[in-house]
């Protein structure tokens, strides 16, 4: 029985075919990974053309093969319980009610039973998600100083007055593209924290210069925005473009770099949008 599974579960090259146009990869593709698949596969065939399938002698299910183990903890016999997410839940979530499950079931469980956690891996994923906030404060309180260093002080507050209206607009329209606020987005977003204030500091100097002329305010807005409109739109777009390319990357690990392009995206037109 083991035998004819092996072999009607195949997914193996056959070589290849070569044709005027070219040379066709050629591949088998029978692999079978449900339950109901496997009923169908011929274990015996008589001269009469009669068969017996799996389905006729066994009962095809899809779970999990029943094993014994036998597992210890802290050097007493122990039954272990996995505990995983589902869809968007958040591992801290799951964490804090395991926890608080723990906490209102210990009370009423009998002498000599008792529930521990073992392996919480949402402590990991916490600690690095506090390192990459921590590591994002020191880069925006970075780009605060510099901008107040070198920038006038009206400028420097409308320019960093870009980066919460960008990041919180991006924050909106991130789940419209299934993006959630993850270690992976927070890391997109630290790197969008040195370039997200560029477009604006170049119009704001432009308006700048226009005011220290003697116009007046609104038609200083206007003649800065329309000098410099055409390279900071290009800069922005070049940006853009040089993380589109991970949109497309496949299988699993597009699913993972997706995020990065997606957040740096609205990001920077979020912010062209407000600087212009």
């Not at 070219?22 to 591949?27: A, D, F, I, S």
């Not at 419209?176 to 992976?184: P, Y």
């Not at 630290?190 to 170049?202: E, M, P, Q, S, Y």
């Amino acid at each position: 029985v083991a035998r004819r599974i092996r072999e009607a579960s195949v997914e193996l090259p056959s070589g290849s075919v070569k044709t005027q146009t070219g040379e066709v990869l050629v591949r088998t593709t029978e692999r079978r990974n449900l339950g109901s698949e496997f009923r169908d596969v011929v274990l015996l065939s008589h001269p009469d053309g009669t068969t017996v399938t799996i389905g006729d002698v066994a009962e095809v299910i899809d779970g999990f093969r029943e094993t014994d183990q036998m597992a210890t903890f802290n050097g007493k016999r122990a039954a272990m319980v996995s505990v995983f997410r589902i869809g968007d839940q958040r591992p801290m979530d799951i964490a804090g009610v395991v926890k608080n499950y723990i906490a209102e079931r210990e009370t009423a469980l009998p002498e000599g039973v008792e529930l521990s956690t073992w392996t919480d891996r949402s402590e990991m994923l916490q600690g690095r998600t506090d390192l990459l906030l921590r590591n994002g404060k020191i880069g925006l309180c970075l780009v605060l100083l510099s901008l107040g260093l070198f920038l006038n002080r009206k400028l420097a507050f409308w320019v960093t007055l870009g980066i919460p209206i960008s990041f919180i607009g991006s924050l909106i329209l991130l789940p419209l593209v299934d993006v959630s606020l993850n270690m992976i987005s927070l890391f997109a977003y630290i790197i969008t924290l040195g370039i997200v204030v560029d477009d604006a500091i170049v119009v704001g100097e432009a308006i700048y210069k226009y005011r220290e002329e003697g116009q007046k305010g609104l038609e200083a807005a206007i003649n800065g925005v329309k000098e410099v409109a055409t390279p900071v739109i290009f800069a922005i777009m070049t940006s853009i473009i040089a993380f589109m390319p991970m949109l497309f990357v496949p299988g699993a690990s597009g699913k993972f770099f997706r995020v990065i392009p997606w957040v740096v995206i609205t990001v920077l037109l979020l912010s062209l949008v407000e600087s212009l």
